[in-house]
C-alpha cells in the first residue's frame, strides 16, 4: 500500500516562501505520478499541480503557475512543492496524492483521478 505523508506547512507573510514535501513509502515514485491539490475552509479541493512517474511533464493551475514548482527526488522518494510570492489566497490545506494506475507521461490537477492521499499540511498566509 503506497503511504504519502506531507510537511513543511506553516505561517508566512505575503511574499514569503515555503517548501512542501511528500515523502512516499511502499512504492517508488517512478510507479506514479504525483499531485498537489489544496482545500481553503469552504471550498472545494484544488488541484495545484501534478508530475507525471516518469518527470516528463508538469502542470500547474493558472493561480500558481510561475510562483510554484514541483520537483522530485527519487533517492529520497519524495516529491516538493516549492511555493515563492505566496498570497493569502494560498491559504489551505495542502495535500499529496498518488492514483493507483499511472499513464507515462501523464498527470491530471483532478481529485477524483487520485486514490491514495496524504494528511495533508496546513498553509496560512497572513500579515
Known amino acids: 500500500q503506497l503511504q504519502l505523508v506531507e510537511s513543511g506547512g506553516g505561517l508566512v507573510q505575503p511574499g514569503g516562501s515555503l517548501r512542501l514535501s511528500c515523502a512516499a513509502s511502499g512504492y517508488t515514485l517512478d510507479y506514479f505520478s504525483v499531485g498537489w491539490f489544496r482545500q481553503a475552509p469552504g471550498e472545494e479541493r484544488e488541484g495545484v499541480s501534478c508530475i507525471s512517474n516518469n518527470g516528463d511533464t508538469i502542470n500547474y493551475v493558472g493561480s500558481v503557475r510561475g510562483r510554484f514548482s514541483i520537483s522530485r527526488d527519487l533517492a529520497k522518494n519524495t516529491v516538493y512543492l516549492q511555493m515563492d510570492s505566496l498570497k493569502p489566497e494560498d491559504t489551505a490545506v495542502y495535500y499529496c496524492?498518488?492514483?493507483?494506475?499511472?499513464?507515462?507521461?501523464?498527470?491530471?490537477?483532478?481529485?477524483?483521478?487520485?486514490?491514495?492521499w496524504g494528511q495533508g499540511t496546513q498553509v496560512t498566509v497572513s500579515s
Open positions: 496524492a498518488a492514483p493507483r494506475e499511472s499513464v507515462s507521461s501523464s498527470c491530471s490537477t483532478i481529485a477524483v483521478d487520485y486514490n491514495f
